[in-house]
């Protein structure tokens, strides 16, 4: 089993930045990779970016690609997302997540707000 707890959100204004944390316990060596995913309000969640476990290789959607940045701690059980220049579409709450190397099992968070308006 895999806890992971986010923090880091909040309101900021556009062009503002913010950077979530992720803390993952429990069976951590057992995970593949790590995401971010936002949902904003009355749309369905969706993927941010990706960090695999093995080899920090990181993916990004193209409406965050060159604003955000995904990166993981030395002992790999802290997942982190620098997001700059913000915008008010940013908006929304964001969700880590993980999967399990061997079962493909994800685990969530319980999300963080992120509030972009000036």
């Known amino acids: 089993q895999v806890q992971l707890v986010e923090s880091g959100g909040g309101w900021v204004q556009p062009g503002g930045s913010l950077r979530l944390s992720c803390v993952a316990s429990?069976?951590?060596?057992?995970?593949?990779?790590m995401t971010w995913n936002r949902q904003a309000p009355g749309k369905e969640r969706e993927l941010v970016a990706i960090?695999?476990?093995?080899?920090?290789?990181?993916y990004y959607v193209d409406a965050v690609k060159g604003r955000f940045t995904i990166s993981r701690d030395d002992a790999g059980n802290t997942a982190y997302l620098q997001m700059n220049s913000l915008q008010p579409e940013d908006t929304a709450v964001y969700y880590c997540?993980?999967?399990?190397?061997?079962?493909?099992?994800?685990?969530w968070g319980q999300g963080t707000q992120v509030t972009v308006s000036s």
């Open positions: 997540n993980a999967v399990h190397r061997l079962t493909g099992e994800e685990y």
């Open positions: 429990g069976d951590t060596l057992s995970l593949t990779s």
């Open positions: 960090i695999t476990t093995a080899t920090n290789t990181t």
